[in-house]
């Protein structure tokens, strides 16, 4: 099985800051890397496919860059509604889920 | 406008067998490229993909819970049956279906329903 390991597990931050979430990969996934954002008691939401297209509707202060083993969520400008918890998901080979970020405010 | 949901029984005994239906609108599960997908997520804990059919009636298994796992279709009724058998308690959680766009990537979920394993 391909472990996704992302890190911080827990980020303070501000309205406003640049935050940055990484995943690594325990093997090579190429680019097939998705990333979620999850609010309590809610389905998670894709935000990135592919390790950095946009999903349609979310907005342009997130990106996401990488290949191979290490990937990297960005947040340009916290925004409120930001604070949620961050998955990054593989799927080169089945699929597998990285344990979460929960971005808090600081 | 897609749209899924999931339903089933809330509560469980070990040892017994979870069957879970996905109902869907919106997307064709026979058309090229689409997959559904199960994830569950334990309370407080991090989400873990369980399964995913194709539209070509493919399936793909968690690993880990290959053995206990089945994933049917319905196209005719627009549905996806999950079968987890020999339930325990560390099979709490909530279990979501979701659409898989280019097959792996969940675009649209269903609300998740809670499934507790307990005597």
């Known amino acids: 099985d391909i472990q996704m390991t992302q890190s911080p597990s827990t980020l303070p931050a501000s309205v406003g800051d640049r935050v940055t979430i990484t995943c690594r990969a325990s093997?090579?996934?190429?680019?097939?890397v998705a990333w979620y954002q999850q609010k309590p008691g809610k389905a998670p939401k894709v935000l990135i496919y592919?390790?950095?297209t946009l999903e349609t509707g979310v907005p342009s202060r997130f990106s996401g860059s990488g290949s191979g083993t290490e990937f990297t969520l960005t947040i340009s400008s916290l925004q409120p509604d930001d604070f949620a918890t961050y998955y990054c998901?593989?799927?080169?080979?089945?699929?597998?889920f990285g344990q979460g970020t929960r971005l808090e405010i600081k | 406008q897609i749209t899924v949901k999931e339903s089933g029984p809330t509560l469980v005994k070990p040892t017994q067998t979870l069957t879970l239906t996905c109902t869907f609108s919106?997307?064709?599960?026979?058309?090229?490229?689409?997959?559904v997908g199960w994830i569950r997520q334990p309370p407080g804990k991090a989400l873990e993909w369980l399964g995913i059919i194709y539209w070509d009636d493919g399936k793909r298994y968690s690993p880990s819970l290959k053995s206990r796992l089945t994933i049917t279709r319905d196209t005719a009724k627009n549905q996806v049956v999950l079968t987890m058998t020999d339930m325990d308690p560390i099979d709490t959680a909530t279990y979501y279906c979701a659409h898989g766009s280019n097959i792996w990537v969940f675009d649209y979920w269903g609300q998740g329903t809670l499934v507790t394993v307990s005597s």
């Open positions: 093997q090579s996934v190429s680019d097939w």
């Open positions: 919106g997307f064709s599960l026979t058309t090229d490229g689409v997959g």
């Open positions: 592919r390790a950095s």
């Open positions: 998901q593989q799927y080169n080979s089945y699929s597998t």
